[in-house]
């Protein structure tokens, strides 16, 4: 019996659970159909909902109000479940009841909203019928309210009429809201043409100008905006584009997403023709309220000799890996990166020579902070350009900063873009400078994977294996070997060794015949840039005979040339098993793995090699690098130190250092000591003044940062 009950208890869950969901449907579509302007009328064809008899009321009232919300009167059908069909093994014994139980929610739900409740069983045709003739017209009342009624509660209302045999349909459900605070349409609609702006919402807008590609006589104006004080739920903003005698040009409305926090960003893009317009922006939460602000925006290219540019735009990159960049309103955490872009139109072959570079800069004529020169590629339209440049935010104090794009051609500048934003403090953990600092085997950790903005580790070339010094070291432990004694090879290695690999001729007999000749018609084929040919040379040499290493060493430099440096790593760390003796091996597969940002596996590789050769300058600067990747600030700043009393310090090395120094300050995360961090951080920057270099100003900046704290 326990076991029957248990069944029967969730079997009636499992209906009474259905029928909740469905009710919570019909609650989402009546928020958005209380959206839509006017009344509406909802047929609903149902089986029934079946529902706890002490909850039903309470529940189908809550749906009700939702309906008197959206001005919605609810006609039911229902359509009962056969009786008699070929897979009941067992007639029901109650049917009556059975079907009251399906049906009598409905009955209440439309009762509650001023509908009717009909029953179709085998043709539904006579009850449409019959609701064709109730829609067919109806009656409006006014009623008038009382200053005690407003709030917010609704009120139950009997209508009725003197005259007999009439059925009278009217919602029991009534509130007293305004025409304006229910038609939440017309609520955003009057937001657009009020001529004082709603202050519901919280409202920041800015825009930017792009090309259009599809439409040369027109312009991309892109809107940027951030909602503020905005209650949960969907929230969806509207526009106008007016000009300044009041036309409008274009207008549209779009959600803009569910608001989870305080402010939810939002943006836009409107193709218009040049012009002065006057942007009204309306956007209105999940709880109906709305907010409206006006932005002037000039929309015309900027001349610039023979070149017509737009922009710049500023767009934010976050540092999360599922973060999507976005468009910068007026200011960037210091943590996200920025992206800059300028946009150039001009007849063919008139942009040619074009130079852009990007600054950063405190004010509009001060110094630059950050400059980069702009990578520049063709638009999608003949005759157009796009530059662009990333910075990385971190390098910078919290504060106000200009944003230029400096351009010029090859007979002199044509001018300058500027666009201001914002540094925005990322909020820190403050840790006391007496703390202990967090350590491994007695090294510290970093507070967060770093990334150098400055060092840029440059690609691979083939000097860097073909190089004679290079070269010849590995052609002298290849004609050490037994079967480089041929004649014929040895010739091949001496001209090799003389004249480069690039003036071998080598015979596929003569490869055939031993890997020496296989490895040297690799190098053949590298030299000319054919990296396949060579790969598959140098492992034919390395299948002839598994210890042929230095075969090993120039396929990994087929991949780096391919630009796989992952696979290149792979191939030197395994040359090393003999070829651990080679200099030039190190240093290769130290750069592969910085390029792909590993300084901890770079900075394992380097650990050897500088214990072998501690006087190399080469690799103590790869040392420093690595070690500042992969948080191993104390190595890396006792290396710059070294460099510098050997004054084989570099550009690179100093910036990236001074730049961990000023982060230690900013986060009160102390290297050693602040008295030790500061002394270091002088000397470092006076070492960077008595070189020079292009951040200068910014090293300045950050040395006053750090002096003040």
């Known amino acids: 019996m326990r076991e029957i009950e248990m069944q029967a208890e969730e079997t009636w869950r499992e209906a009474e659970m259905t029928s909740l969901s469905s009710l919570t449907s019909l609650r989402q579509m009546l928020s958005a159909l209380g959206r839509v302007r006017g009344d509406k009328t909802i047929i609903l064809i149902s089986g029934g909902w079946p529902l706890d008899h002490h909850d039903e009321l309470s529940v189908l009232t809550t749906v009700a109000n939702d309906a008197a919300a959206a001005r919605a009167t609810v006609f039911t059908l229902f359509v009962p479940a056969a009786m008699f069909t070929a897979d009941r093994r067992k007639m029901s014994s109650t049917p009556s009841s059975d079907h009251y139980l399906h049906s009598a929610p409905l009955e209440t739900l439309a009762s509650l909203t001023g509908g009717g409740s009909f029953r179709a069983e085998l043709n539904a045709e006579a009850a449409f019928d019959r609701l064709g003739r109730e829609l067919s017209g109806y009656y409006r009342i006014g009623v ?6 407003v709030d917010g509660k609704t009120r139950r209302m009997k209508v009725q009429v003197a005259r007999r045999g009439l059925t009278v349909r009217a919602r029991e459900i009534f509130d007293v809201r305004t025409y304006e605070d ?39 104006l892109v809107m940027v905006g951030e909602a503020s004080r905005l209650q949960p739920g969907e929230a969806t903003f509207r526009l106008a584009v007016r000009d300044l005698d009041g036309n409008t040009v274009l207008a549209g ?10 402010a ?4 836009t893009t409107l193709s218009v023709p040049p012009g002065s317009y006057i942007v009204r922006v309306a956007v209105m939460d999940g709880a109906g309220r709305v907010g409206s602000v006006d932005h002037r925006t000039e929309v015309r290219r900027v001349p610039l000799g023979t070149l017509a540019a737009t922009g710049p735009l500023l767009i934010r990159i976050p540092s999360g890996p599922d973060a999507e960049p976005r468009f910068a309103l007026d200011g960037v955490r210091q943590d996200e990166r920025l992206a800059l872009e300028v946009g150039f139109e001009a007849d063919k072959g ?11 800069a405190s004010t509009v004529e001060g110094p630059a902070l950050f400059q980069s020169p702009a990578a520049l590629s063709p638009g999608r339209r003949e005759g157009s350009l796009v530059a662009q440049a990333v910075a990385d935010m971190r390098v910078l104090p919290p504060g106000d900063y200009v944003a230029r794009a400096r351009i010029k051609s090859q007979t002199g500048p044509l001018g300058e873009m500027r666009r201001a934003f914002t540094v925005i403090e990322v909020p820190r953990v403050l840790v006391e400078a007496t703390s202990a600092p967090t350590t491994v085997a007695g090294r510290k950790t970093p507070p967060h994977p770093t990334r150098s903005p400055f060092v840029k580790v440059p690609p691979f070339a083939l000097d860097q294996v073909l190089a004679p010094q290079v070269l010849g070291a590995f052609l002298d432990r290849v004609a050490a070997r037994p079967d480089a004694a041929a004649p014929a090879v040895r010739e091949l290695l001496e001209r090799a060794r003389t004249a480069g690999p690039g003036a071998l001729a080598v015979s596929e007999t003569l490869v055939a015949e031993t890997p020496v000749a296989a490895f040297l018609s690799g190098l053949t084929l590298l030299s000319q840039k054919n990296y396949e040919g060579a790969a598959k040379a140098f492992r034919s040499a390395m ?21 796989n440096d992952k696979e290149a790593a792979g191939a030197w760390r395994t040359a090393l098993i003999k070829e651990g003796d080679a200099i030039a ?4 597969l130290a750069d592969a793995l910085l390029r792909q940002g590993r300084g901890d596996l770079a900075l394992q590789a380097l650990e050897s090699a500088r214990t072998r050769w501690p006087e190399d300058d080469l690799l103590k600067r790869r040392f420093v690098v690595a070690a500042l990747l992969a948080g191993k600030y104390v190595d890396g700043l006792q290396a710059v130190d070294e460099l510098i009393a050997r004054r084989a310090d570099d550009e690179p090395s100093l910036a990236f250092a001074l730049l961990m120094l000023y982060e230690a300050f900013v986060n009160r995360r102390p290297i050693e000591s602040i008295e030790q961090d500061r002394a270091r951080m002088l000397r470092f920057a006076d070492a960077y003044r008595a070189r020079g270099g292009p951040s200068l100003d910014l090293v300045n900046v950050w040395v006053a940062a750090a002096t003040k704290r």
């Open 144 to 149: 008038e309210k009382d200053p005690s009624d």
């Open 182 to 220: 229910r038609d939440w349409t017309a609520r955003l609609a009057s937001a657009l043409d009020a001529p004082v702006p709603a202050t519901g919402v919280g409202l920041r807008v800015t825009s930017y100008l792009a090309a259009d590609p599809d439409d040369d006589s027109r312009l991309k």
């Open 253 to 262: 409305e779009q959600p803009i997403g569910d608001a989870i926090g305080d």
């Open 264 to 267: 939810l960003p939002f943006s």
């Open 350 to 360: 008139t942009a040619t020579g074009t130079d852009v570079v990007f600054e950063i």
């Open 543 to 563: 299948r002839a005979s598994a210890d042929f290493y230095p075969a090993m060493v120039y396929l990994g430099a087929c991949y780096a040339a391919g630009g």
């Open 585 to 588: 091996l190190h240093r290769l």
